[in-house]
T-cell receptor, first 109, second 115 residues
Framework: AQRVTQPEKLLSVFKGAPVELKCNYS??????LFWYVQYSRQRLQLLLR??SRESIKGFTADLNKGETSFHLKKPFAQEEDSAMYYC???????????FGTGTSLTVIP | ETGVTQTPRHLVMGMTNKKSLKCEQH?????MYWYKQSAKKPLELMFV???????ENNSVPSRFSPECPNSSHLFLHLHTLQPEDSALYLC??????????????FGSGTQLSVL
């Protein structure tokens, strides 16, 4: 099974502070991983995917095969970053799929 | 593991078959969702049900027909699918469909292959 783990259910940081949301995966091969975000009163939406190696809204995520991690980082948190964040593997591989349980980020003004 | 159970885990069907995907949640939630994840693509929201009423339908072809007989069960009826419909179908639930930082609970998905 493809499993991702988000160890933090809740995370609070002050505005302007760096933020890192952790995601670890536990399967071999070359995973394709995504970060999704759900802002207050909005639907779940894609934030970024590792294969594109892009920065969205100041967030980046690097796949670290040695540590089997895909942590989401932003150097300076903003209040509008407060949301639920989910890490997820690409699921259409025939394996059982496990979405991350989500991390609720609160940015304190 | 999350309280959302999907069956079957794997399904192979021909284009003329009729099959159904089932989702069940034991969390007492009022909203349930169907998502589709195609190969190398992010999730696509298909349907949203709130208190057994469909509140969102994102331009999904009629060969996909959802059913929500009660707040704990959600079905996706499949009929005359196309090979491009092969994907992972994920069910999710939440306490309410739209609320502050509403947490989604996902099932483990049904891997569908259309031949």
């Amino acid at each position: 099974a493809q499993r991702v783990t988000q160890p933090e259910k809740l995370l609070s940081v002050f505005k302007g502070a760096p933020v890192e949301l952790k995601c670890n995966y536990s399967y071999s091969g070359s995973p394709e991983l995504f970060w999704y975000v759900q802002y207050s009163r909005q639907r779940l939406q894609l934030l970024l995917r590792h294969i594109s190696r892009e920065s969205i809204k100041g967030f980046t995520a690097d796949l670290n095969k040695g540590e089997t991690s895909f942590h989401l980082k932003k150097p300076f948190a903003q209040e509008e970053d407060s949301a639920m964040y989910y890490c997820a593997p690409e699921g259409n591989t025939g394996n059982q799929f496990y979405f991350g349980t989500g991390t609720s980020l609160t940015v304190i003004p | 593991e999350t309280g959302v159970t999907q069956t079957p885990r794997h399904l192979v069907m021909g284009m003329t078959n009729k099959k159904s995907l089932k989702c069940e949640q034991h969390l007492g939630h009022n909203a349930m969702y169907w998502y589709k994840q195609s190969a190398k693509k992010p999730l696509e929201l298909m349907f949203v049900y709130s208190l057994e009423e469909r509140v969102e339908n994102n331009s999904v072809p009629s060969r996909f027909s959802p059913e929500c007989p009660n707040s704990s069960h959600l079905f996706l009826h499949l009929h005359t699918l196309q090979p491009e419909d092969s994907a992972l179908y994920l069910c999710a639930s939440s306490q309410e469909p739209v609320a502050t930082n509403e947490k989604l609970f996902f099932g483990s998905g049904t891997q569908l292959s259309v031949l």
